[in-house]
């Protein structure tokens, strides 16, 4: 089952831009992490946030955590056409010794010239 | 250094048959998951390795096993296969003792018909 949920499911912008996506899930977690998935291929991680942070930046992007409403956001800065891909958020809510990521269904962003 | 490799790429088979998928983890990483990701949704974790035995497992029957080596590397074996067997199968890795983000190999395309 799918725990965390993506919103929007498609966004299409102007490159330079900022995009924004969010994503909610349902149970306590010990971390969140946004991937990047190109054509339907292997995922690229993003970024990690652990459920004590709140903002965490990795170059053009931003996360935050709320962890009282559930939420997390993914911000691009100065989006370009190579951003262009879907993008995942994963909550790791396993206890210690496992590691059980839970995806949502993704944001799927074009990143038009 | 290597990251993590999946073999094969894509791969057809015929209802009915047994498929056995393969995963090289990254380096200095023991613990290998795989994932099934269907058209247009999220991975969907299957099981995971650690010291050659089954940790955790997701909700998946019992036609997919698996298998992991000495040298961490990992099979994912499917049998009977279904059309709805047809996906996307994804191998990601970690290091068992760090609670850090997980790797992901570039997937292996396998069709049912």
């Known amino acids: 089952s799918q725990q965390g949920e993506e919103d929007p499911q498609a966004l299409s912008i102007q490159e330079g831009e900022n995009a924004t996506m969010n994503c909610s899930y349902k149970t306590s977690i010990n971390n969140l992490q946004w991937y990047r998935q190109n054509s339907g291929r292997g995922l690229v991680h993003l970024i990690l946030i652990r459920s004590n942070e709140r903002e965490k930046h990795s170059g053009r992007l931003r996360v935050t955590l709320d962890t009282s409403k559930k939420s997390s956001s993914l911000l691009i800065t100065a989006s370009r056409a190579a951003d262009t891909a879907s993008y995942f958020c994963a909550t790791d809510a396993s206890g210690a010794g496992s590691y059980q990521l839970t995806f949502g269904k993704g944001t799927k962003l074009s990143v038009i010239p | 250094d290597a990251g993590v490799t999946q073999s094969p790429t894509h791969l057809i088979k015929t209802r009915g048959q047994q498929v056995t998928l393969r995963c090289s983890p990254k380096?200095?990483?023991?613990?290998v998951s795989w994932y099934q990701q269907a058209l247009g949704q999220g991975p969907q974790f299957i099981f995971q390795?650690?010291?050659?035995?089954?940790?955790q497992r997701g909700n998946f029957p019992d036609r997919f096993s698996g298998h992991q080596f000495p040298n961490y590397s990992s099979e994912l074996n499917v049998n009977a296969l279904l059309l709805g067997d047809s996906a996307l199968y994804l191998c990601?890795?970690?290091?068992?003792?760090?609670?850090?983000?997980?790797?992901f190999g570039q997937g292996t395309r396998l069709t049912v018909v």
């Open positions: 380096s200095g990483h023991d613990t």
């Open positions: 390795y650690y010291e050659e035995e089954e940790r």
């Open positions: 990601a890795s970690r290091s068992w003792r760090k609670n850090t983000e997980a790797f």
